[in-house]
C-alpha cells in the first residue's frame, strides 16, 4: 500500500521543504518508489530547492485540467517530483477541490507520496490535509513554533489523520532550546527525529540538491536517513567512519 505523507508545520520557515526532499531522497536510497509534490501553491519552493522552478508544466496546470503525466519529472537523484508554479498568474482558475483525486491518481504509482504542504492552518493547508493519509509535524525547538505546531498536531487529529510523530528541525541542544522531553509534552506526540542545525544544508539549498546528495555524512544527512529508516521499519546504525564525520562536523559547525 502507498504512503500519502503530509509534511506540515505550524509555520513557515521551519525547514519543511528541505526535510521533504531529503526525506524522499533517503527513501529513495531505500529501494522505494517515490514521488514529492509541492501542494504549497500559493508560495511554492520544492522546485527551487531542486532546481525545478521552471518546470513547463506545474501541479498548478494538473488541477486546471493537464494530466498528471505532464508535471511529473524524474529528479537524476532517482525519486518523482511534481512542482508547484512561481508564476502569480498560474493561481488563477486552479481548482484546488482537485488535490485529493490527483493525490490518489499518484499513490497508485508510488511507495511513497510526500506532500510539501503550505504552513499554518489555511485553505491550501487543510486541503492537503485532507488528501494526506499520514502526517508528520516539523517544528523548531522554541516555543512560538512548538505552539503553532500543536494547533496542526491537533486539526489533523480531528482529521482522522495518523500521525506519524513530530520531528525537531535546526537543533543546537543548547540552553535556550526546548529539549525532546519538553516538546514531547507539549504535543503530546512522540518525537521521531532531531535534525541538527547544519550549515551543509543552506549551501545544498544553494546548489540545488539534497545535502544528502550535497554532504552525504554531514550531521543533518545522517539524522534523516534515520528518519527514514524509522519510517520503513529498520533499524539504522552509523558505521565508526560516519560516527566520526558525524561528531567533526558537530564541532566545527
Known amino acids: 500500500m502507498s504512503r500519502v505523507i503530509g509534511i506540515l508545520s505550524g509555520k513557515g520557515g521551519i525547514g519543511k521543504t528541505a526535510l521533504t526532499t531529503n526525506l524522499g531522497y533517503a527513501l529513495t536510497e531505500l529501494g522505494n518508489d517515490v514521488t514529492l509534490v509541492d501542494a504549497n501553491l500559493t508560495t511554492p ?58 493525490i490518489s491518481y499518484i499513490s497508485d504509482k508510488s511507495d511513497f507520496v510526500l506532500l510539501d504542504c503550505a504552513p499554518a492552518l489555511g485553505k491550501e493547508a487543510i486541503t492537503a490535509l485532507q488528501a494526506a493519509k499520514e502526517v508528520l509535524v516539523v517544528t523548531n525547538p522554541d516555543l512560538p513554533s512548538v505552539a503553532d505546531a500543536l494547533k496542526t498536531l491537533k486539526v489533523a487529529q480531528r482529521a482522522g489523520k495518523k500521525v506519524v510523530g513530530s520531528v525537531m528541525n535546526r ?13 514531547e509534552q507539549m504535543l503530546s506526540s512522540r518525537v521521531i527525529a532531531e535534525i541538527p542545525e547544519d550549515r551543509n544544508v543552506p549551501k545544498s539549498i544553494a546548489a540545488k540538491t539534497p545535502v544528502l546528495d550535497f554532504s552525504p555524512k554531514s550531521p543533518a544527512s545522517i539524522e534523516i536517513r534515520r528518519l527514514a529508516n524509522n519510517l520503513v521499519g529498520n533499524e539504522y546504525s552509523v558505521r565508526s567512519t560516519g560516527l566520526l564525520d558525524w561528531l567533526v562536523g558537530w564541532m566545527v559547525r
Open 45 to 102: 519552493h520544492l522546485g527551487f530547492h531542486l532546481g525545478m522552478h521552471l518546470a513547463p508544466k506545474t501541479l498548478h496546470d494538473v488541477l486546471k485540467g493537464a494530466s498528471v503525466r505532464s508535471a511529473t519529472y524524474i529528479h537524476p537523484l532517482g525519486f518523482k517530483v511534481i512542482p508547484g508554479s512561481i508564476s502569480v498568474k498560474d493561481l488563477v482558475d486552479v481548482d484546488i477541490t482537485k488535490l485529493s483525486s490527483v
Open 171 to 183: 537543533v543546537r541542544w543548547v540552553a535556550d532550546e526546548l529539549n525532546k522531553s519538553e516538546v
